[in-house]
């Protein structure tokens, strides 16, 4: 056995990614294959104290640089054997399950960003949301609820965030105390810290979800109809230009991914995204993603320039993650110059608000066009408009597929497709409602007529 202190005689664990004592935040951190969540409870009756001193005294005894052959099963041994003489050496009464608790605890710190690790593994878990040492939430079904999960202290909570913004290259310290990242399994993750989060270091995770839903999935789940369904897959085909708009977390990058499937093998795609979170199956993507500045003040890359560098790359579809800026003129403008079928998401609280965004943020790229040419530019390039929802019961639902059909004097044309409206609330608190037509024929129905075979 490997250990730091042979006098010791301990058992050395043997991990490439094991941190350094908390007080050093150089190490990085990779999400591995993540097992159930040992029970919290126990480990929460040692106090902090305990935890502190096991902690500690654990991470004394680790030689990280002889130990990259342990697999995760050899590891949780070799560190509950470490775990059991420091609690002997200590005499501190410890259950065999409560020694398994620790171990479990301990591992998911050398191995994966600490008490949180667990929830990454539970498919039901959508947000977690660290706030300080003493608050964890977790979003369910829709829902927030307090989870028992708690950090040992702030610096436990902060050494935690250093290990995350270290792994991609970031830092998070009082200089640079916002940061965005992404784990090894694509979830994304924001970081605040002091001086600008008062009551501790906030850590805010998006989950990556692993299963990749199709538009008929969506449908079977209750978020839209499969007449709905099969108008998105039919303006797929035809390479509409579509626009998804919605609150954060109503649900924007799973439609995407959704309408996504519907993409030819054939087409060259290329996505653009903060944080790559798009599932792309075909055989001919590239993805980009944008690079914040460095500690130097250099090397940002933002999303225009990665639009902007897109268009040279050849591409049949463009797919932005999300407009917010000057780079929706950019887009707009590929989308009118042969790169039909792009899709973008925009936030907004109805599809007008979507197109109203969209002008405003034109207007941020600093081009001095009128209004009217604005207008006229969103007019002949967006065919779709998606809204999705997060409704108060919790479910994810498209409310409205809207089609621009075009300029009268100098307002943009649009009509409603579909639209979901609310009847009642049942025993359980969900949304009783329906799925309703317009009545009104997509235009692109008969643009696009020769593509579609027993046509409405």
């Known amino acids: ?3 730091r202190h042979p006098k010791k005689n301990l058992a050395a664990v043997a991990v490439s990614d094991v941190p350094a004592p908390p007080h050093n935040s150089r190490a ?16 929460d009756t040692l106090g902090t104290q305990n935890r502190r001193l096991i902690r500690n005294q654990l991470y004394d005894q ?38 398994q608790a620790v171990g479990e605890e301990m591992l998911n710190e050398m191995v994966g960003i600490g008490p949180i690790q667990p929830l990454l593994g539970d498919d039901s878990v959508n947000d977690i949301l660290v706030n300080g040492a003493g608050q ?10 307090l989870s028992p999960i708690t950090f040992i202290d702030e610096e436990h909570v902060f050494n935690t965030a250093q290990r995350i913004a270290a792994a991609v290259g970031r830092r998070i310290d009082e200089a640079h105390p916002m940061v965005d990242a992404r784990l090894a399994d694509g979830s994304r993750v924001n970081v605040i810290t002091y001086p600008l989060a008062i009551d501790g270091t906030t850590i805010s995770i998006r989950k990556f979800m692993r299963r990749n839903m199709s538009l008929d999935i969506l449908a079977e789940r209750g978020a839209l109809s499969f007449e709905m369904a099969e108008v998105l897959k039919r303006g797929m085909l035809a390479k509409l230009n579509i626009v998804v708009s919605g609150g954060t977390g109503a649900g924007k990058t799973t439609l995407l991914n959704a309408l996504s499937q519907n993409i030819s093998d054939e087409d060259r795609v290329i996505t653009i995204e903060d944080a790559a979170e798009l599932q792309l199956q075909q055989r001919h993507v590239v993805r980009l993603e944008t690079r914040p500045v460095s500690a130097e003040g250099t090397g940002k890359v933002d999303q225009r320039d990665l639009v902007r560098n897109a268009l040279r790359m050849r591409p049949d579809r463009i797919i932005l993650g999300e407009v917010r800026g000057g780079e929706s003129f950019d887009m707009l403008q590929a989308m009118n110059t042969g790169h039909d079928g792009s899709l973008c998401t925009v936030h907004a609280n109805t599809p007008r608000d979507a197109i109203m965004r969209l002008e405003n943020m034109v207007m941020m790229a600093g081009m001095q066009l009128p209004l009217e040419a604005i207008r006229r530019q969103i007019a002949s390039a967006v065919n779709l408009i998606v809204q999705v929802e997060r409704m108060r019961d919790g479910g994810r639902r498209i409310v409205s597929i809207t089609e621009v059909c075009g300029m009268e004097n100098d307002v943009i044309q649009t009509q409603e497709l579909y639209g979901f409206t609310t009847s009642s609330v049942d025993a359980d608190g969900r949304l009783v409602g329906q799925f309703n037509a317009s009545g009104q024929r997509p235009q692109f129905y008969t643009r696009h007529a020769h593509l579609f075979t027993g046509g409405q």
Request: glycine letters at 2%; hydrophobic letters at 40%.
């Open 1 to 3: 056995m490997i250990i």
């Open 28 to 43: 990085s951190t990779e999400p591995t294959s993540v097992q159930r969540a040992a029970p919290t409870r126990p480990v």
């Open 62 to 99: 680790i030689d990280p640089l002889k130990a990259a052959a342990l697999g995760r099963d050899a590891l949780r041994q070799q560190v509950e054997a470490v775990i059991r003489k420091i609690c002997d050496d200590s005499r501190l009464q410890l259950s065999r399950q409560e020694e």
């Open 136 to 145: 964890v939430f977790v979003e369910r079904y829709g829902k927030l609820e």
